[in-house]
């Protein structure tokens, strides 16, 4: 309960432990779910691998897990499967300290049970990687969105989420993203219109309504509402993304 009134009541903030939570459920339960991991989906996993292994926000032996099974996977050959990566993923967590400390979702708490959780910090941890990129030069533009495509398409388990996703993709011509920055902009974007399209949805939690990013009270500037469209000053939104999403404001709020 305090959580969710920290929470409601405060302004636009990321909290780490949401992201902690996505990349612990990413790896303990999207990846492992996967029948045979090769070729195309063999490449998403190295792709989200690579991305998370440089801009993960996890603790030192975090970031040595992603290392390792990063290097794990870049070294299987044609094939692995969701099971194998599972026995790695426990091999190496046997070795290191505790890693995942995050017992429950803060930005992403939900007022009612199934609501908000995974889904939402997965949205979260995408829009802080398309933010951390700019700050790492070995990434090339266009290779988050990539990366991302290549997640949801082949491991997310939410098979709505992933079609309404990838017909969104195609039409927004993800593809043609090359350019850091842009890639920030295409996700918010893109966010936005799922945002418009589940308002007033069975999914809505009724104390995290599906609005518009930012709202006013957040952003005051980055928008003006005529009649019922929103109307984006779009480089002030870009600063307010890249403010809020940004690794040095993360929320260490619920953490040990
Ligand atoms: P979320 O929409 O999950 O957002 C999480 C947080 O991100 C918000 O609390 C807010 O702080 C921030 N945020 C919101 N909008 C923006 C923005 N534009 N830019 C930056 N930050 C923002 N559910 C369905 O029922 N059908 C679908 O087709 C579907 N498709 C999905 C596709 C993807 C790729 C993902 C990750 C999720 C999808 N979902 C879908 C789940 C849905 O979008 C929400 O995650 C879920 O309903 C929980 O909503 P929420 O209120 O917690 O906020």
């Known amino acids: 309960r305090r959580i969710l009134e920290t ?16 990349i612990d459920m990413i790896l303990h339960i999207e990846i492992p779910r996967a029948g045979s991991i090769r070729e195309e989906s063999l490449q998403a996993l190295r792709n989200l691998l690579d991305v998370l292994r440089k801009l993960n926000p996890l603790n030192k032996p975090g970031k040595q897990l992603l290392n390792r099974l990063y290097d794990y996977v870049k070294n299987v050959k044609h094939s692995l ?10 091999l190496q967590e046997r070795k290191l300290p505790k890693i995942f400390k995050a017992q429950r979702f803060v930005g992403c708490i939900a007022s009612r049970p199934n609501l908000r959780g995974f889904t ?6 995408f829009h802080y990687l398309t933010v951390q990129t700019a700050d790492d030069n070995t990434i090339e533009p266009g290779f988050i969105l990539e990366a991302i495509h290549g997640f949801v398409k082949n491991f997310f388990g939410c098979t709505d989420c992933v079609n309404h996703f990838l017909e969104m993709a195609r039409r927004r011509q993800i593809w043609l993203v090359k350019n850091k920055d842009e890639e920030v902009l295409w996700l918010w974007r893109a966010h936005n219109e799922v945002n418009k399209r589940l308002a007033g949805d069975s999914t809505e939690d009724p104390k995290f309504l599906k609005l518009q990013y930012p709202s006013a009270k957040d952003c005051p500037g980055c928008s003006i ?5 929103t109307q984006w000053n779009e480089p002030k939104v870009f600063s307010f993304l890249k403010d809020v999403y940004h690794k040095k404001n993360l929320n260490n709020y619920a953490l040990p």
């Open 7 to 22: 929470v409601t009541n405060g302004k636009a903030t990321v909290y780490r432990a949401d992201l902690e939570q996505a």
């Open 81 to 90: 499967s969701g099971e194998d990566f599972q026995n790695e993923l426990r």
């Open 120 to 125: 939402c910090s997965l949205w979260t941890l």
């Open 225 to 229: 509402n005529i009649i019922s469209d």
